[in-house]
């Protein structure tokens, strides 16, 4: 899914320029949107929130590692009863997400 959405950005190193892909507070809610996360106690406030939580106040690039927390957050979120393990909420928020996205995803290639 990140790869899917990401972006290419030129960072410099201490020894050279590198490449690394991120995505946007944008591709964020996109994904969340069309994935289905976005319903009941979940927003696109939400999504921001979480994403400013992980990343800090500047949302200008969602790099790998800082995408997996948020999804993270998100699952808490999504699925707020304290009796119910972090882990099974994120495999149940990834699992619904994933089969949407990959069901919308595929329409568009065939469109194209």
């Known amino acids: 899914i ?8 030129s960072v ?6 590198t490449q ?3 995505i ?3 591709d964020l809610l996109l994904i969340c949107k069309d994935g289905g996360a976005l319903q009941g106690n979940v927003d696109e406030s939400t999504v921001a929130v979480v994403a400013r939580n992980v990343i800090g106040e500047e949302i200008s690039e969602i ?3 800082a995408f997996m927390e948020c999804l993270g957050g998100l699952a808490a ?7 119910i393990p ?10 619904h997400l994933l089969a949407t996205l990959r069901v919308k995803l ?6 194209r």
């Open 63 to 65: 790099p790998l590692h």
């Open 77 to 83: 979120y999504r699925v707020p009863s304290p009796f």
């Open 2 to 9: 990140f790869l899917h959405f990401a972006k290419l950005s």
């Open 86 to 95: 972090l882990d099974k909420k994120v495999d149940h928020v990834l699992s």
């Open 24 to 26: 946007g507070l944008p």
């Open 20 to 22: 690394t892909k991120f």
């Open 106 to 111: 595929r329409g568009r290639s065939e469109e």
């Open 12 to 17: 410099k190193g201490p020894t050279q320029k």
